[in-house]
């Protein structure tokens, strides 16, 4: 069973950065990871996902501009840079493996991650 770990989320204030990251156990390498979120009383959604062994990312149309997704090769690490911050973006984001098709309206998911907190006050 893969497990996938977030970090690095807290507590920001509107126009700031942030950033957060997920590892995944062992040596499991997935072609396709991302990133979604969930906010109170509201559907979990795509943010953004990425192939891990080509330049290739997606966004939604709500973060497309403010936020990058990246996949360090050398640590095995999935980063999502968050940017000019939206009391809006609040929420639980998830980090997301194997996503089928890989993109912002996958169908299926492999693993999802428990989850790291983004509040953004404004």
């Known amino acids: 069973q893969v497990q996938l770990v977030e970090s690095g989320g807290g507590s920001v204030q509107a126009g700031g950065s942030l950033n957060i990251s997920c590892a995944a156990s062992?040596?499991?390498?997935?072609?396709?990871m991302g990133w979604f979120r969930q906010a109170p009383g509201k559907e979990r959604e795509a943010v953004a996902s990425?192939?891990?062994?080509?330049?290739?990312?997606y966004y939604s149309d709500s973060v497309k501009g403010r936020f990058t997704i990246s996949y360090d090769n050398t640590r095995d690490l999935l980063y999502l840079h968050m940017s000019m911050l939206k009391p809006e973006d609040t929420a639980m984001y998830y980090c997301?493996?194997?996503?089928?098709?890989?993109?912002?309206?996958?169908?299926?998911?492999?693993?999802w991650g428990q989850g790291t907190q983004v509040t953004v006050s404004s």
């Open positions: 997301a493996a194997d996503l089928v098709p890989c993109g912002v309206a996958a169908l299926d998911i492999g693993y």
């Open positions: 062992g040596s499991y390498r997935s072609y396709c």
């Open positions: 990425t192939y891990t062994r080509e330049d290739t990312s």
